[in-house]
């Protein structure tokens, strides 16, 4: 096996010395459970471990406390902790990785809808966890990108994006106007559906998302992020290989259903999404894409227009049909026109 990057290893030596010394100040692990999912083969648990001065008061489901962006970074993540998770009666262990996550598929089998599992460390700290399993007969699904689709951060220009992250109050960021409505809407036509919020952004800000997406109520759905730190084979993880490896897993997970993509034209959605399409052309329903302003562009990535898909405009290209609109209002008439469409034979 290769040795890790010299960045990872860095950072590795920093979390030890770090742990070292909260543990001595009498620092304790809290978990911070994130909502799961499952299917008729599996249940898939998401959480993080990290260090804390008292884990008793955690809230539930860690949506009850309301702080500034930076917060949620200054964490001291708990690594190689064991954990125990307890489904249906039965525990599984698992062990925190390098920054202190757990991301364990069992084989458990529980029917459709919401459930709660149990999490604890050493036997003790418990901390309820939530996982949706979609009904196993739905063919429909929706898949939505996070930032400037339904939240508007900018990223990631680094200045505005440290704006909005570290200094501003979460309750401060805006909502893009009529997309909670319209996957309401997508949702209710389809009971049972799965809902997956798919985002480059880093796990440390999972519970602030949680909490931002149910106080201007989008449905729930489990969250699949990413870390921003070293990884093993460089300095940063790759935004656009995370989104990739996520579509093509959620295609092998849920092979009947058919996704609705919803993303922003601000980065790389349109070419992911598109991709997709071209390489899972039966797991693809429609492609939803939000028209970022030419401000919000230029705040994206430094021009005032789109990224280029470079497959945009190649005929021999298959993807699916893709609207477009500067919010979720004018997305819903064209994405219902799409959906109301006969099946092709």
Same mark, same amino acid.
């Given at each position: 096996m290769a040795r890790p990057h010299y960045a990872s290893r860095l950072e590795d030596w920093f979390n030890v010395g770090v742990q070292a010394v909260l543990r001595r100040r009498g620092w304790q692990e809290r978990i911070i459970p994130q909502v799961g999912y499952g299917n008729t083969e599996f249940v898939r648990v998401l959480?993080? +471990?990290? #260090?804390?001065?008292?884990?008793?008061?955690?809230p539930r489901y860690d949506e009850d406390q309301v702080v500034r962006g930076w917060r949620v970074f200054v964490t001291a993540p708990a690594t190689k902790v064991l954990v125990s998770v307890t489904i249906n009666g039965r525990t599984y262990d698992a062990v925190t990785d390098r920054g202190g996550f !757990?991301? #364990?598929? +069992?084989?458990?089998? #529980?029917?459709? =809808?919401?459930?709660?599992?149990? #999490? =604890?460390?050493?036997g003790e700290r418990q901390a309820r966890a939530r996982i949706f399993v979609p009904d196993p007969d739905a063919t429909f699904g929706l898949?939505?990108? !996070?930032?400037?689709t339904v939240i508007l951060t900018m990223l990631p220009r680094p200045m505005i994006a440290a704006w909005n992250t570290f200094v501003r109050d979460e309750q401060a960021r805006r909502v893009v106007p009529g997309m909670? =409505? @319209?996957y309401d809407e997508l949702l209710a036509d389809h009971p049972g559906a799965p809902m997956f919020y798919l985002s480059t952004g880093a796990w440390n800000t999972a519970p602030t998302l949680t909490r931002f997406l149910a106080r201007h109520g989008y449905p729930p759905g489990p969250l699949l992020m990413t870390d921003w730190g070293p990884t093993n084979t460089g300095w940063f993880r790759s935004g656009q290989e995370h989104k990739r490896t996520a579509l093509r897993r959620l295609a092998r997970e849920f092979p009947k259903v058919r996704w609705v993509l919803i993303g922003d034209d601000g980065q790389h959605d349109p070419q992911l999404y598109g991709d997709f399409a071209q390489s899972h052309p039966d797991h693809? @329903?429609? !492609? =939803? !894409?939000?028209q970022l302003t030419p401000a919000e562009q230029v705040l994206s990535h430094g021009l005032p227009v789109p990224n280029p898909d470079p497959g945009a405009h190649d005929p021999q290209r298959p993807t699916a049909v893709t609207v477009q609109g500067p919010d979720g209002h004018a997305l819903r008439?064209? @994405?219902?026109?799409v959906l109301a469409r006969p099946e092709p034979t």
């Open positions: 959480a993080r +471990v990290v #260090l804390g001065r008292d884990p008793r008061n955690q !757990i991301d #364990l598929t +069992v084989p458990e089998v #529980l029917p459709a =809808g919401w459930h709660e599992i149990m #999490l =604890g460390v050493h898949v939505s990108d !996070i930032d400037d909670a =409505g @319209l693809v @329903l429609a !492609i =939803g !894409i939000r008439p064209q @994405l219902r026109d």
